[in-house]
């Protein structure tokens, strides 16, 4: 659209569709201002300007103190796992690959299944969340077994043999967890609405848990994204190139799951949009990953922001699972754009 | 200035398998283009991956004194550009991005291409009069074009030394000629040292200063192709019946009807 050379265009049109979907995302609510008068209320928080917008202060708090977090939570979960995914996708040459590949969703949904499963009696009086901290610490473990092994099989080089073992692990993890549920059928509730994802718990604290893990994983993934472009030209090329692949690949594989096992354990198990977010970034603005990873980024940002808002209008009061809403909104426009557009493998 | 000495290069792919390659010492000049020519599974590849690292090997390799294994892989890739067999190719990257992706050993970590790196891989392209390709997708490009981009990138990495494995398997015949005229004027313009894996004997015969022939990975012979090329020995390495001819210096290795003696 904007041709090869136009970067910062691109970046900057990124960054206007976040800017809506968070103008929209804490303008719509089932409680709270008439949505219009949100965005005026934002215009008349700048300095200089002042103008009566009808918005009170107990709806200004409904908007800052539930929408906003809520808001920038699923901003920074859809930007990790689309950014992850894209790395994932690059770095192991597979289009069909997603964040949750080597392990980090299975262990992560294992570790709050384990943690629901101890009940939230017994450990209501520990300092911190069991749920996120067990299935963060689960996430990890996991992924670090599948790269183990995968690495020990397969000798560091072969990135097909790590995708391998992921499958074997995810099962094998997928396996602990039923067996687990099976025998504690009281909270499979509890537990199936953990991995459908949500993010209607969201506030203040969630956003600062995971802010320090998004930040460092996205810069890390963001300063890797001409070694993905290389890595582009397959393994043994990008060697010769002078580029350490295997070690290479393991920075990015550990920025990745990071960002990924920290939005997992506050936000559940997302599906679909890092998976597909950084195939529309692809379609829309081409493969070249120092085009990508920022857009994916943005997009992925925007797109679960977005994606949350019919979530709590669909059924109101109750929530729709946001995974649901991304498939439901997103499988379509994928495939409307596959119909358009050729897709880059 | 480069000059490849191999002291008893041995390959082995794993402990079980036979050698790839054993026992292979050789001098390759400075400038000099040598031909490595043997039937399938002969070790011609195994050969060119040692020497760019791709591979674990015995014995010693080193350029100009120094063992090319004690030197990062950066290093390396700034001494030894390797075109393999079958490059894998990014459709949707332009021909300008795949070439550039050769300047890759001498961009920081962290960095990006510098406008200097631009510059030569703008210059290799129009020296290799692909100037009309550079924004176009690879994936839209004929063989020929692509096999001559996969060599700008190689140039664009500005080594000294060039291994080509099989570059014109996949070319028709004017390719074919095209791609060895272009490889032979490189050599003169940029004194480049060249190791090429060639299937067609006549070609590698007639652009080569030098062949050698490999079979089960080892030396038969190293020379001249008036030395190495005889029917006789075509005959009892590769299985097949050919007769050889000289013409104008030139030696021509052709194919008969019938099985060899």
Not at chain 1, 242 to 270: D, N, Q, W
Not at chain 2, 57 to 63: K, P, Y
Not at chain 2, 214 to 228: I, K, M, P, T, W
């Amino acid at each position: 659209m904007f041709g090869e050379q136009h970067d910062t265009r691109w970046f900057a049109a990124g960054g206007v569709f976040v800017l809506f979907a968070v103008v929209i995302g804490i303008s719509i609510g089932p409680a709270g201002p008439d949505w219009w008068r949100v965005p005026l209320e934002l215009v008349n928080r700048l300095p200089l300007i002042d103008f009566e917008t009808g918005v009170s202060d107990a709806d200004w708090a409904i908007v800052w103190k539930v929408r906003m977090p809520r808001v920038v939570l699923g901003g920074l979960v859809g930007g990790m796992l689309s950014i992850a995914g894209a790395s994932y996708q690059g770095v192991f040459r597979n289009p069909l690959v997603d964040p949750y590949l080597l392990g980090s969703a299975a262990g992560a949904g294992l570790g709050a299944t384990i943690a629901l499963t101890i009940g939230r009696d017994a450990t209501s009086t520990w300092p911190i969340d069991p749920v996120p901290t067990i299935a963060f610490i689960f996430a990890l473990a996991t992924v670090m077994v599948t790269y183990t092994v995968g690495a020990a099989f397969g000798g560091s080089r072969s990135g097909v043999t790590l995708v391998l073992a992921g499958v074997a692990v995810v099962s094998f993890t997928s396996a602990m967890q039923t067996f687990i549920l099976q025998r504690n059928v009281e909270v499979i509730r509890e537990v199936f609405r953990w991995i459908l994802g949500s993010l209607s718990r969201a506030d203040w604290g969630d956003v600062w848990l995971v802010i320090p893990y998004v930040a460092v994983s996205t810069v890390v993934l963001l300063l890797h994204r001409r070694h993905l472009d290389v890595f582009r030209v397959g393994d043994e090329e990008a060697a010769t190139l002078g580029v350490s692949v295997a070690r290479t690949r393991l920075v990015i594989v550990i920025a990745a799951t990071f960002g990924t096992a920290a939005v997992v354990s506050v936000s559940g198990l997302i599906g679909f949009v890092g998976l597909v977010v950084p195939h529309i970034v692809r379609m829309v603005a081409g493969a070249g990953y120092r085009r990508v990873l920022p857009l994916s980024l943005m997009g992925g940002a925007g797109f679960l922001i977005l994606a949350d808002v019919p979530g709590r209008m669909i059924a109101r009061p109750a929530e729709t699972p946001i995974g649901v809403v991304t498939a439901f909104i997103g499988a379509p426009f994928f495939l409307y754009l596959l119909r358009t557009r050729r897709i880059g493998a | 200035m480069s000059t490849l000495t191999l002291v008893d290069v041995g390959v082995k792919y794993s402990r079980r398998a036979a050698s790839a390659l054993t026992g292979h010492s050789d001098t390759v000049v400075s400038g000099e283009w040598l031909g490595l020519i043997g039937p399938n599974g002969a070790g011609k590849s195994s050969l060119l991956k040692a020497i760019v690292g791709l591979v674990g090997h015995t014995g010693e390799i080193l350029m100009d004194g120094v063992a090319l294994s004690s030197m990062s892989d950066r290093e390396r890739a700034g001494r030894v550009a390797y075109v393999s067999q079958d490059p894998l190719i990014p459709d949707d990257m332009t021909a300008r991005e795949y070439a550039l992706l050769g300047r890759t050993p001498y961009i920081g970590y962290f960095g990006s291409p510098s406008r200097r790196d631009r510059m030569i891989v703008d210059d290799v392209l129009e020296r290799l009069r692909l100037g009309e390709f550079a924004h176009r997708m690879m994936g839209k490009l004929s063989g020929g074009e692509r096999q001559r981009i996969v060599l700008a990138r190689a140039l664009a990495q500005q080594a000294p030394i060039l291994l080509l494995d099989e570059p014109t398997s996949a070319l028709d015949i004017g390719y074919q000629q095209q791609a060895l005229e272009l490889v032979a004027e490189l050599r003169q313009t940029q004194q480049l040292t060249v190791i090429s894996a060639l299937h067609d004997l006549t070609l590698a015969g007639t652009y080569t200063d030098r062949l050698t022939m490999l079979h089960h990975g080892a030396v038969v012979v190293s020379g001249s192709a008036e030395d190495v090329l005889t029917a006789e020995r075509l005959g009892e390495i590769y299985h097949v019946c050919v007769t050889v001819e000289h013409d104008e210096g030139q030696v021509i290795v052709v194919p008969r009807r019938g099985f060899p003696a």
